[in-house]
């Protein structure tokens, strides 16, 4: 009589960790001041840096980076 094979879990793949910046989103806001008493006049939206590095280190290596 042969042993029954079980067969191995299928394991997922670990999710990259989120940046600690903008949790994500690939965006941050910053406060806009202008003037010579740097009035704070509202908020601005760019680009993480962080991320964008990130992504720019997985190119630069040959990697996928899926976000």
Sequence with gaps: MTTRKIPTPVVAEPEPA???TCKGTGEVSR????GRKRR???RQTG?????RAL???AGFLGLRWVS
């Design 40 to 42: 704070t006049v509202g």
């Design 18 to 20: 989120k940046c600690p």
């Design 31 to 34: 406060t806009v001041r202008v």
């Design 55 to 57: 992504v720019l280190m």
């Design 47 to 51: 680009l993480c840096l962080t991320c």
